[in-house]
């Protein structure tokens, strides 16, 4: 896959769900306070959001996508080739709100020890029994665990590609919702090259 399909087929659908979420907080206000809050909105989005995470592990492990891959799979693949995506902190844009998404992930048990992908799983196999799990904390969460999956596909696009400073290493639409902390993203503007770190120390919220 190159950097176009990437944008064109899967950064987008991240945006329009992203643009589903931002637009929960005109009646639940992203804040701490509120993580527990839960709704039949927040279902919708968690299961779409899961699954659009299950299909895009195959995309980033490159499995075949009508493949039967597990999550065993997944993190067999991306805790050997990026094993600090367990210490990849994101902001939450305008709040003091940071997640960890994939902290604690592991290779003994990785379906439980990947919090975004339990909830989803609880909820898409026993909806009523885990239908508080449906709240805006654990919606956060696992959005942010695919903007995180995407942008690194954006960089291994770039890491593998020759003469690479002459394109982007990250999208041209960024995420109007999350920040990553420490991330080293540039783009081209005007026929040059720019760069900017997201997250760093200067910038930290």
């Known amino acids: 896959m190159d950097r176009n399909d990437l944008t064109q087929y899967y950064w987008k659908h991240y945006l329009l769900l992203e643009k589903k979420v931002l637009k929960t907080s005109r009646y639940v206000e992203i804040d701490c306070d509120n993580f527990k809050a839960f709704s039949s909105e927040y279902l919708m989005l968690i299961e779409a959001i899961g699954a659009e995470l299950d299909h895009f592990f195959k995309i980033y492990c490159d499995l075949e996508t009508d493949s039967r891959s597990s999550i065993q799979d997944y993190a067999n693949s991306i805790l050997v080739s990026y094993p600090d995506i367990v210490n990849q ?9 940071s997640l960890t998404p994939f902290q604690g992930w592991n290779l003994q048990q990785p379906s439980q020890s990947l919090l975004c992908w339990n909830n989803y799983i609880n909820l898409k196999h026993n909806r ?9 904390f654990n919606t956060l969460n ?6 995180l999956l995407e942008m690194k596909e954006f960089m291994n696009i770039w890491d593998n590609t020759p003469n690479n400073q002459g394109i982007p290493n990250s999208p041209r639409t960024g995420s109007k919702l999350f920040l990553l902390e420490n991330w080293n993203s540039n783009w081209i503007e005007a ?6 770190i997201l997250g760093s120390s200067n910038n930290n919220p």
Not at 128 to 136: D, H, I, P, T
């Open 89 to 97: 902190k994101i902001f939450v844009l305008e709040t003091d709100i």
């Open 142 to 147: 696992i959005l942010s665990a695919l903007c």
């Open 191 to 196: 026929g040059k090259i720019e760069g900017i």
């Open 128 to 136: 009523s029994g885990y239908f508080k799990e449906a709240n805006l």
